[in-house]
Every structure is written in C-alpha cells, then in structure tokens.
C-alpha cells in the first residue's frame, strides 16, 4: 500500500495507522489506510508485510479491545480523532477451529471416591484420572469406558501427569510416593518411588525437544523439597532443596530451568545438572498456589500437532523443537504465579527477577493460573466465583467472566485459544467465548463440586471429574 499524501490523509476516508505484533515491534512505518478497511482488509494487508507464503488468520486490537467493525465505525464509536496515529495491534489466529462442547457424551462410574486429577494424553487418545480411592484409571476414548484400573497407591492421587512422548504416565499421592505406569498395559512399572516425605503437589516433565526419549520428571511436595527422577533408572537423581514451606507447584520450562512455586512466598528456579539454585522471584506477600508457562500447551503435546502425524524417535525432538520456537517466537518465555494474598504476577524469569507486572482484581485467593495455546492470554480461577483474563504478554487486565455462584477450581483452554473453561464447587462447568467475551455453554450435570478439568490437546473432548465421583466426558 502506498503512502499516500498528508492532505489526502487529512481528508476524511483514511486513517494514520501503525501496525505492531503484540510484543509492539512495528510492522513498518505508519501509514494511512482507508477508513472502510475491516479485519478482513487488514489481515490482507498484514500477510502482504509479513510475505507470508499463504493466508494466515489474524485478529486486531485497538486499546485491547477486539477491532470487529471497518475503522471509520470504530473511530465514530469510540470518539477517536483521525488527527492521531491509530496503533493496531495484530495477533495470528490458529489456523484450526475447535468446536465448543455442548453436551455430555458419557458418564462414566469406576471410582469409588472423589475423582482428584483427570488427564488426556499428549495427543489426546488417552484419558488418566486420579481419584480418593487410592487408584488411577485409564479410559478408552473410543468407546468411553474403563480400560485399566491401575493399583499401587497406599493413599489419594493427587496429581497425575503424561510424559510429553506419551509413552508414561506418573501419578503422586497423599502419602508422597510416585507410581509410574506403562498406560499401554495399565501396569505399574517397577515399585512405587520414595523420598518425599509429604503428599505431592505437582508433577512436570523435562521437555521432549530437551531430551529424548522422555525420562526425567520432577515433583513437588508438601515436605518443602522438589525432587528430579529418572523413570528409566527407577531413582531420584537430584533434591532441590531451598524452600522454607511446602512446595505448592512446579513447572520444567522450555529454556531447561524448573520453576518452583511454594507456601514461603517465593519463586525458585533450579538448573537440573547439579539441581543449583539460580535465582529468586519475591514479590508475593502469602502462599503461591499456581504457576503457568506461555508455552505450557507446546511442552506438554511435544511433537503432537494437531494434524495428529505421528513422528518416529529420531525426529521427535527435532519436531517438538520447532513446535516449541515457533511458539515462544523472538521473546523470552513468560511465567505467570497465582498466589493467596489475592494477586498474580507475570514475569520473564530468564531476563529479570522483577516482575513485568502484578495482576490485581480478584477478590479472594487465586487457584489456579494457566496461559492459552498460544500465549497470547492468561486465564485465572479464584474462590471469589469469577474467572479473569489477561493480556498474556503485558499482564494488562481484559474481563472478568462471572456466572459461577461458588469457588472456581480450574481453568483449561482450547486447542485454538479462542474457547476457556472453567469448573466449580458449585458443579457446573461453563464455557466462555474470548472473542466476544461472553458465556458461551453452560454445562450441569455434575451432582456435586468439580475438581478438575482437561480440554483434550486435540480439542475433541473435555472431561470433568468431582466429588460425585464419576467421569463426564462432553463433546461438540
């Protein structure tokens, strides 16, 4: 497009406007564009700069809000002097469409008490639950029944997790040992692993673009420590040890650091060699109960797209390397912690240990924090009933979703960031548009609270899980 004269500008059919991706990198100069061009004719115009090979999907912001009208409309609405540069911000669109899930396909009794942790597998043909009665249960997706029971635990599981390459499921309960199961055969693999002397609160994979096969995971516990494990040898290799309360939460991130969140306040990060500690992030003032990554999805899925191709060994790495640059892009991998004192933070870890911005409007203690596919938001559950999004690269606040008249437990998203959904003590889950940033299904059906929740990484199913202790499964 050319640059076209001042006094043409000036007139009243175009607009000075300056193109930036959501990190504010310019997308050349400032230029006028005519005052009738919408999504559609910016998106041409974006593609265009960015000698894009083919038509990629891009949604506009001005001032965080969605630009869904011609500029002309939205310069008329809004008030806005065409004398100003007009700053639009473009954000790329998966390129796939999820369906939103509007009714229960199945429930599924098997456990004899409350359903703790539900989990689908990296490419999302499998489904692991954690339960009250000491078991983890493996799904068939394609019949929607029980396939394995799996028995090991002494104690409630409280937290499951898939090894990026799908290859291994680990489990951790309330007495502090881990299982690990072959999910192919529902069978235990090896004894249980000691060493924790507390329950365990969370469990992470190291990356398969770090290592492959996947064998190191870590934990962490109520006894204050994390611990790193190899699940081929059977053994905890290393004990990060620093924090002076229970560790609440853990993450393995894409550069290699383990991120450690705890009831001391603070945030540790660990190098995973020697299991030294690398710096500190203070800036909480009660328990830190969450922590999410902004490439969390690509982490967990490795090399499993949504194309569903399987990759051989030899180029897993190579695959879920490429998945996991592409979405970090130029910028640093973003960190955001939820905590008691009612505030998150989001920060750049590997630049600074000052936060980028602290996130401040819920009313009552954050559960939990988790950055969309593709980390561009960030949605937050807490116990005063409401469920907020974020800007995920400026920590900027964009709405709150209410609907819920009890305590929101978890958040999932969908493949394509553009669906959140949330669970409840009040035994709904709800699905909420982000785009129009409204409800878009309500979903009854539970007879009591709802734990926990999982969006199928290949955005087929949800499943939820509670105190009535059956398994929901819900489709399109």
Same mark, same amino acid.
């Given at each position: 497009m050319n640059m076209e004269t001042s006094e043409a500008g000036m007139s009243n059919n175009t607009v000075m406007c300056l193109l930036t991706d959501p990190e504010g990198t310019h997308l050349g100069s400032s230029m006028y564009i005519p005052q009738t061009a919408g999504p559609l004719q910016l998106t041409q115009l974006v593609n265009k700069f960015l000698n894009n090979e083919e038509m990629l999907p891009y949604s506009f912001y001005v001032s965080d809000e969605e630009l869904l009208v011609p500029l002309g409309t939205y310069l008329e609405k809004n008030k806005v002097s065409v004398e100003k540069v007009l700053t639009i911000v473009y954000q790329q669109q998966a390129v796939f469409r999820i369906r939103p899930v509007n009714r229960c396909s199945q429930t599924v009794a098997g456990? !004899? $008490?409350?359903? =703790?942790?539900?989990?689908?597998?990296?490419?999302?043909?499998? =489904? !692991?639950?954690?339960?009250?009665? /000491?078991?983890?249960?493996?799904?068939?997706?394609n019949t929607e029944t029980p396939l394995f029971t799996c028995k090991g635990h002494k104690n409630w599981v409280l937290s499951i997790a898939w090894s990026p390459d799908g290859k291994h499921l680990v489990s951790g309960s309330k007495s502090g040992e881990i299982c690990c199961w072959n999910p192919k055969k529902g069978e235990l693999d090896g004894n249980p692993l000691t060493g924790h002397k #507390?329950? &365990?609160?969370g469990i992470s994979w190291e990356p398969v673009h770090l290592s492959s096969p996947c064998r190191r995971f870590v934990t962490s516990s109520k006894d204050g420590d994390a611990r790193i494990w190899d699940v081929t040898l059977k053994k905890?290799? &290393?004990?990060?040890s620093g924090h002076t309360l229970a560790v609440t939460c853990v993450k393995w991130g894409g550069d290699g650091i383990i991120y450690t969140g705890s009831q001391d306040c603070t945030i540790k990060m660990w190098e995973t060699t020697q299991g030294k500690l690398i710096r500190e992030l203070k800036g909480h003032g009660h328990w830190v109960n969450s922590l999410a990554l902004s490439t969390e999805y690509v982490l967990r /899925?490795? !090399?499993?797209?949504?194309?569903g191709r399987q990759?051989?060994?030899?180029?897993?790495? #190579?695959k879920a390397l490429e998945r996991y640059n592409q979405a970090k892009g130029d910028s640093p991998e973003r960190l955001v912690s939820g905590s008691d004192d009612f505030t998150m933070f =989001?920060? $750049?870890p590997s630049v600074s240990k000052q936060s980028k911005k602290r996130l401040?409007?819920?009313?009552?203690l954050v559960n939990h924090v988790y950055f969309s596919p593709d980390g561009k938001w960030i949605a937050s559950a807490s116990f005063d009933r409401s469920v907020r999004l974020w800007n995920g690269v400026t920590g900027q606040f964009v709405t709150a979703f209410r609907g819920h008249v009890g305590p929101v437990y978890q958040v999932s998203w969908s493949a394509d960031s553009r669906l959140l959904l949330s669970c409840s003590k009040d035994s709904t889950l709800k699905i909420w548009e982000i785009r129009t940033k409204t409800l878009k299904q309500d979903l009854p059906g539970h007879a009591d609270e709802v734990f926990a929740v999982d969006w199928s990484p290949d955005g087929e199913k949800v499943v939820s899980g509670g105190k009535d202790r059956v398994l929901k499964l819900w489709k399109g």
């Amino acid at each position: 497009m050319n640059m076209e004269t001042s006094e043409a500008g000036m007139s009243n059919n175009t607009v000075m406007c300056l193109l930036t991706d959501p990190e504010g990198t310019h997308l050349g100069s400032s230029m006028y564009i005519p005052q009738t061009a919408g999504p559609l004719q910016l998106t041409q115009l974006v593609n265009k700069f960015l000698n894009n090979e083919e038509m990629l999907p891009y949604s506009f912001y001005v001032s965080d809000e969605e630009l869904l009208v011609p500029l002309g409309t939205y310069l008329e609405k809004n008030k806005v002097s065409v004398e100003k540069v007009l700053t639009i911000v473009y954000q790329q669109q998966a390129v796939f469409r999820i369906r939103p899930v509007n009714r229960c396909s199945q429930t599924v009794a098997g456990h !004899a $008490e409350a359903v =703790l942790c539900v989990s689908f597998s990296p490419d999302g043909k499998q =489904l !692991a639950s954690g339960s009250g009665d /000491t078991t983890v249960r493996l799904w068939d997706l394609n019949t929607e029944t029980p396939l394995f029971t799996c028995k090991g635990h002494k104690n409630w599981v409280l937290s499951i997790a898939w090894s990026p390459d799908g290859k291994h499921l680990v489990s951790g309960s309330k007495s502090g040992e881990i299982c690990c199961w072959n999910p192919k055969k529902g069978e235990l693999d090896g004894n249980p692993l000691t060493g924790h002397k #507390k329950w &365990i609160t969370g469990i992470s994979w190291e990356p398969v673009h770090l290592s492959s096969p996947c064998r190191r995971f870590v934990t962490s516990s109520k006894d204050g420590d994390a611990r790193i494990w190899d699940v081929t040898l059977k053994k905890s290799l &290393i004990c990060l040890s620093g924090h002076t309360l229970a560790v609440t939460c853990v993450k393995w991130g894409g550069d290699g650091i383990i991120y450690t969140g705890s009831q001391d306040c603070t945030i540790k990060m660990w190098e995973t060699t020697q299991g030294k500690l690398i710096r500190e992030l203070k800036g909480h003032g009660h328990w830190v109960n969450s922590l999410a990554l902004s490439t969390e999805y690509v982490l967990r /899925t490795g !090399a499993f797209d949504h194309t569903g191709r399987q990759y051989p060994p030899n180029e897993e790495m #190579k695959k879920a390397l490429e998945r996991y640059n592409q979405a970090k892009g130029d910028s640093p991998e973003r960190l955001v912690s939820g905590s008691d004192d009612f505030t998150m933070f =989001l920060w $750049e870890p590997s630049v600074s240990k000052q936060s980028k911005k602290r996130l401040t409007g819920h009313q009552q203690l954050v559960n939990h924090v988790y950055f969309s596919p593709d980390g561009k938001w960030i949605a937050s559950a807490s116990f005063d009933r409401s469920v907020r999004l974020w800007n995920g690269v400026t920590g900027q606040f964009v709405t709150a979703f209410r609907g819920h008249v009890g305590p929101v437990y978890q958040v999932s998203w969908s493949a394509d960031s553009r669906l959140l959904l949330s669970c409840s003590k009040d035994s709904t889950l709800k699905i909420w548009e982000i785009r129009t940033k409204t409800l878009k299904q309500d979903l009854p059906g539970h007879a009591d609270e709802v734990f926990a929740v999982d969006w199928s990484p290949d955005g087929e199913k949800v499943v939820s899980g509670g105190k009535d202790r059956v398994l929901k499964l819900w489709k399109g």
